[in-house]
């Protein structure tokens, strides 16, 4: 139903109406002041039941009481996405006895009409002004439909593909992460949509990369590895964060007082209200905590949570709690509070109902259409060109396109998860007919029944089109039920018979272009060996498929970075490029040494890596001083050559050792990067400001330590990067 209202809604006039919205965010001085009066005063006028219904989220759909919104007894909904729908909910607020408005909340996770790439491929664009931009207009259109939350961005750090929630991350690193989740947000959040930082904290560390699975995070990991990306989006204003669904180290996320209280309010000094996830609070009776939902409920909200998402557990027990004294009403109101807080902050009050009228011409508008494009575009990545296969060569006149997943299906994606189809996706066959010369001809074969490619519709047909041609584009990978959530994987080669098909290709003996649309990375050893090129996608959206027909056809250069390990098989999980030294490190793989016996220790495609239609050189890694104080900084410099005949764009990557320390340090970490463009023959410098500061760790009680010592700094494009510097960290 919503599919079909949402598409006649995008069938309507697009007149020019100019966008009011404004971007939401903390107010600050008198004018925060101000609000925690107006709260002060309004939780004065509530009932208990009303307090309790601040905390109530339900959603769009069976069992939805929208009587409930009428006698003030909820505070939010959800998957609300029809202009007409969210205005009737907006009305039925004015029938409820204070008239509190609803917050209203979607997983606008990257898009709502304009579709970008999925936040894993966003990050592999290593662009944090692009990846904001992103998010701003995935905000600005979900508010022109009345939405005010988003439940992203997901930060959760994860260093297993098996995971299928990887793709909503920003992959392995720590830096990057943090950078792309405080872009992320400010982008949402000027689009006028608040933020819900998830899942606070630890639910990417699940073991053996089950979804829902436990995690056991020693306390130094936990501050250097899986907190900061959430400290760096409140730091950028978050508004509100959400809890993870997992045990972390024997306490539910959704109940762990350390984490959601003493941390995140005590120590950070967080001012947003938490969300359970769906369902979670009642969940706690499944992991052991709790008897019942009533016991369940107090938990909850003792340890923290403002509101309870879909699980009804706040509405029904909450004030028998409090009315039986297990729950004190100073800690009920203090959940309402912030969740009042947070919608006088968002100017709910004030703002006016959502504008059905206006709403369809603010759907994929030419703007967010150009940022689409170039999102998907500097995200494909360039994993392997032998013999220079791309760009498609003039001499290739004929190219066959092989590949259910050439052609979108609108019906069904996962990643619309309110219902939304993808709209105006053009196929890969049409997109490459634009982009190469009009006598190369151009046919396309699916293959497979569906996107999925578990079973074939015309596997003979598939592998004769591509025997008569001169060049083969394969387009595989993951999609259905293969991807995000509840979708974990032991094995991570292509799903269904995409291999077989794969391999039937290679053996009529033209060159294969394999291009992967993929929610993670895959294990391609095999077509690492076989292939002429591979291209890699995380599902570029709207736009995505025409970006990678410009790849593919030369228009554009490749210009995106692995932002995730690929392994050479899943024996190798968890491989990241940061880890620890070992007292046996691998020399001449022989037994004894920290090795596999029977695969290579590297991964196959290893953080920071892409390849260009250009090729650079670094050349006099340079730091401003030799010796650096603790509370100072360094400039490192690098000069950055295009040795080639073609302009391109190189991800100019930083990275820091400290060989001795109280604590053993990673061999590699990023600590900073810089996308930059660079003309054929051209030198740039690039300059790093390093802060010493940044260069510490957190030991086993979760202090933060920094020592005096040499810092070995490597510059180059990826993880392996070998040109280098160094200075020492003295002590003031």
Same mark, same amino acid.
């Given at each position: 139903?919503?599919?079909?209202l949402?598409?006649a809604?995008l069938?309507c ?7 009011a919205?404004?971007?939401?965010g903390?107010k ?6 101000a609000?925690?009066?107006k ?8 009932t208990?039941?009303?307090?309790v219904?601040?905390?109530?989220l339900?959603?769009r759909g ?5 009587s409930?919104v009428?006698?003030?007894r ?6 609300f ?8 909910v907006q009305?039925a ?8 408005p609803?917050?209203?909340g ?5 898009g709502?009409?304009t579709y ?7 990050a592999?664009?290593w ?9 701003y ?7 022109? *439909?009345?939405?005010n939350?988003?439940?992203a961005p997901?930060v959760?750090?994860s260093?297993?593909p098996?995971?299928g ?5 920003a992959?392995?690193?720590v830096?990057l992460a943090?950078?792309? *989740?405080a ?6 959040q ?7 930082v998830?899942?606070f904290?630890g639910?990417?560390?699940?073991e ?5 699975n ?5 306390l130094?990991?936990l ?8 400290k760096a *989006?409140?730091?950028?204003?978050a ?8 045990a972390?180290?024997g306490?539910p996320a959704?109940?762990?007082r350390g984490m ?19 369902g979670?609070i009642?969940e706690?009776r499944l992991?052991?905590?709790a008897?019942?939902?009533a ?6 909200l003792?340890a923290g ?6 699980g009804d557990v706040f ?16 800690a009920?109101d203090?959940?309402?509070r912030? =969740?009042?807080? =947070?919608k006088?902050h968002l100017?709910?009050f ?7 009228a206006a709403?369809p011409?603010?759907?994929q508008?030419e703007?967010?259409?150009k940022?689409a494009r ?5 995200g ?9 296969t791309l760009p498609i060569?003039?001499?290739?006149k004929?190219?066959a396109v ?10 069904r994606v996962?990643t619309d998860p ?11 066959p ?9 006598d190369?001809?151009v046919t396309?074969?699916?293959a497979?029944t569906?996107?999925? &490619? ?8 598939a ?6 041609a001169?060049l083969v =584009? ?10 995000g959530e509840g ?6 080669g292509?799903?269904g018979?995409?291999q077989?098909?794969l391999?039937a #290709?290679?053996?009529t003996?033209?060159?294969v272009?394999?291009v992967l649309?993929?929610?993670?990375p895959?294990v391609?050893?095999w077509a690492?060996?076989?292939v002429?090129?591979?291209?890699q996608?995380?599902? &570029? ?9 410009e790849? #593919? ?5 490749p *210009?995106?970075?692995?932002p995730?390990?690929f ?5 190798q999980?968890p491989v990241?490029?940061d880890?620890?030294?070992?007292g046996?490190p691998?020399?001449i793989r022989q ?13 196959l495609y !290893?953080?920071?890596f &892409?390849l260009?239609y ?5 050349a ?13 900084a360094a ?6 050559t295009?040795q ?6 190189e991800? =100019? ?6 060989p ?5 340090r990673?061999?590699?970490?990023l600590?900073?990067?810089?996308k930059?463009?660079v003309?054929?023959?051209e030198?740039k ?9 940044a260069?510490?760790a957190h ?6 330590q920094?020592d005096?010592?040499?810092v ?10 070998q040109?280098?510097?160094q200075?020492?960290i003295?002590? !003031?």
């Amino acid at each position: 139903m919503i599919l079909r209202l949402f598409a006649a809604l995008l069938t309507c006039g697009f007149a020019t109406i100019a966008f009011a919205q404004q971007g939401v965010g903390w107010k600050t001085g008198p004018e925060a002041a101000a609000i925690e009066r107006k709260v002060d005063a309004l939780i004065g006028r509530m009932t208990l039941e009303e307090k309790v219904g601040q905390l109530h989220l339900s959603g769009r759909g069976e069992g939805f009481d929208i009587s409930q919104v009428k006698a003030g007894r909820m505070g939010a909904v959800m998957n609300f996405v029809v202009p007409q729908e969210v205005r009737q909910v907006q009305e039925a607020v004015r029938q409820s006895r204070l008239k509190i408005p609803l917050i209203i909340g979607l997983d606008a996770v990257h898009g709502f009409s304009t579709y970008f790439p999925l936040p894993l491929g966003q990050a592999a664009s290593w662009n944090p002004q692009l990846i904001e931009q992103a998010a701003y207009w995935t905000g600005r259109e979900a508010s022109a *439909a009345g939405i005010n939350w988003t439940f992203a961005p997901m930060v959760d750090m994860s260093r297993d593909p098996r995971w299928g929630r990887v793709l909503e991350g920003a992959g392995e690193d720590v830096h990057l992460a943090s950078v792309v *989740a405080a872009a992320r947000t400010r982008g949402y959040q000027r689009g006028g949509v608040a933020a819900s930082v998830k899942h606070f904290v630890g639910y990417g560390a699940g073991e053996a990369g089950r979804d829902y699975n436990s995690t056991w995070i020693p306390l130094s990991q936990l501050h250097d590895l899986h907190l900061p990306p959430f400290k760096a *989006a409140f730091e950028a204003g978050a508004m509100t964060a959400m809890a993870a669904f997992n045990a972390l180290n024997g306490m539910p996320a959704t109940a762990h007082r350390g984490m959601l209280t003493d941390l995140l309010r005590g120590k950070w000094g967080f001012r947003g209200f938490v969300t359970s996830d769906f369902g979670s609070i009642t969940e706690l009776r499944l992991h052991g905590i709790a008897k019942d939902d009533a016991e369940a409920a107090r938990k909850a909200l003792l340890a923290g949570i403002d509101m309870d998402m879909m699980g009804d557990v706040f509405h029904k027990h909450l004030a028998n709690e409090v009315k039986a004294g297990r729950v004190p009403v100073k800690a009920l109101d203090e959940a309402v509070r912030r =969740v009042l807080r =947070v919608k006088y902050h968002l100017g709910l009050f004030e703002r006016p109902d959502v504008d059905v009228a206006a709403a369809p011409s603010l759907m994929q508008t030419e703007e967010a259409r150009k940022v689409a494009r170039q999102a998907a575009r500097e995200g494909v990545i360039l994993l392997r060109n032998d013999k220079a296969t791309l760009p498609i060569a003039p001499s290739v006149k004929s190219v066959a396109v092989i590949g259910a997943m050439a052609v979108p299906e609108d019906e069904r994606v996962w990643t619309d998860p309110a219902g939304l189809g993808r709209r105006l996706v053009q196929p890969l066959p049409d997109a490459l007919r634009e982009q190469l010369p009009s006598d190369v001809a151009v046919t396309y074969e699916p293959a497979f029944t569906k996107n999925c &490619g578990t079973e074939f519709k015309d596997k003979d047909a598939a592998v004769k089109a591509a025997a008569a041609a001169d060049l083969v =584009v394969a387009m595989l990978g993951e999609d259905c039920e293969f991807m995000g959530e509840g979708a974990s994987r032991t094995d991570l080669g292509l799903p269904g018979v995409q291999q077989e098909l794969l391999e039937a #290709l290679v053996e009529t003996g033209k060159p294969v272009v394999l291009v992967l649309a993929t929610g993670r990375p895959l294990v391609l050893t095999w077509a690492d060996k076989h292939v002429a090129a591979i291209v890699q996608t995380f599902h &570029g959206g709207t736009d995505g498929r025409a970006a990678i027909a410009e790849v #593919l056809a030369g228009k554009a250069n490749p *210009a995106g970075r692995v932002p995730m390990s690929f392994p050479r098989s899943v024996g190798q999980i968890p491989v990241y490029y940061d880890q620890l030294p070992t007292g046996r490190p691998q020399k001449i793989r022989q037994r004894y040494e920290s090795i596999f016996m029977d695969e290579a220790n590297e991964a196959l495609y !290893p953080f920071g890596f &892409g390849l260009s239609y250009s090729r650079f050189a670094y050349a006099n890694p340079r730091v401003s001083r030799e010796k650096v104080a603790m509370n100072g900084a360094a400039e490192i410099s690098i000069d950055v050559t295009n040795q080639s005949e073609r302009d391109g764009q190189e991800v =100019v990557q930083l990275y820091v050792r400290q060989p001795v320390a109280e604590r053993s340090r990673p061999l590699r970490q990023l600590k900073g990067f810089d996308k930059v463009f660079v003309k054929a023959g051209e030198t740039k410098t690039v300059r790093f400001k390093l802060e010493a500061r940044a260069l510490g760790a957190h030991d086993d009680a979760g202090r933060y330590q920094l020592d005096p010592g040499m810092v070995e700094v490597y510059l180059g494009g990826s993880s392996l990067a070998q040109a280098k510097t160094q200075f020492e960290i003295t002590k !003031p």
